[in-house]
T-cell receptor, first 113, second 111 residues
Framework: GAVVSQHPSRVICKSGTSVKIECRSL??????MFWYRQFPKQSLMLMAT?????????EQGVEKDKFLINHASLTLSTLTVTSAHPEDSSFYIC?????????FGDGTRLSIL | QKEVEQNSGPLSVPEGAIASLNCTYS??????FFWYRQYSGKSPELIMS????GDKEDGRFTAQLNKASQYVSLLIRDSQPSDSATYLC???????????FGKGITLSVRP
């Protein structure tokens, strides 16, 4: 089945650090990738939709200058959390799709001290 | 606004029982329907997809879709403690490949 790899799985860093998360589709070319955030005991929240070679589309309330998305190829999208602060601590999950359904990466648990 | 609603949980069933999870959606143009399972601290995992009215069975799981009534359900037969997780209903309306997710329902299977 479709495999989506997300790296790193866990990040612990100091406030003010920028953190880059990679999302790769390993055995298919993803026309679209999505970035979600999930706080404890809450549902998935879509942050942005990323299409290869074009600017990401951000959901309302998500700061595009804070969460930089680059989608350089059909198999790779990156999310950079710039100048991360404790309130950015969360579980970040990417997903990739060619035809439906979406396949999720394993997620990145980000902890900002 | 397109919405996907799931029964408020949590749902608790004894081992071996049938767990019934329900989901309704508001957009009649919805095309595809999915159930994801999410274990605590993990990312969602696709367990069932259904595209046309009726039932679709895969092992102990059966998805049911009724487009006229705008609901989709998931039945888990012979529930096991390992089925304890949060189940997310997701609906695809054909716009931008986006899925609309329900809030999820937490299932607990008691040994």
């Amino acid at each position: 089945g479709a495999v989506v790899s997300q790296h790193p799985s866990r990040v612990i860093c100091k406030s003010g650090t920028s953190v880059k998360i990679e999302c790769r589709s390993l055995d298919f070319q993803a026309t679209t990738m999505f970035w979600y955030r999930q706080f404890p005991k809450q549902s998935l929240m879509l942050m942005a939709t990323s299409n290869e070679g074009s600017k990401a589309t951000y959901e309302q309330g998500v700061e595009k200058d804070k969460f930089l998305i680059n989608h350089a190829s059909l198999t790779l999208s990156t999310l950079t959390v710039t100048s991360a602060h404790p309130e950015d601590s969360s579980f970040y999950i990417c997903s990739a799709v060619s035809n439906q359904p979406q396949h999720f990466g394993d997620g990145t648990r980000l902890s900002i001290l | 606004q397109k919405e996907v609603e799931q029964n408020s949980g949590p749902l608790s069933v004894p081992e071996g029982a049938i767990a019934s999870l329900n989901c309704t959606y508001s957009d009649r143009g919805s095309q595809s329907f999915f159930w994801y399972r999410q274990y605590s601290g993990k990312s969602p995992e696709l367990i069932m997809s259904i595209y046309s009215n009726g039932d679709k069975e895969d092992g102990r799981f059966t998805a049911q879709l009724n487009k006229a009534s705008q609901y989709v359900s998931l039945l888990i037969r012979d529930s096991q403690p390992s089925d304890s997780a949060t189940y997310l209903c997701a609906v695809y309306t054909g716009a931008n490949s986006k899925l609309t997710f329900g809030k999820g329902i937490t299932l607990s299977v008691r040994p």
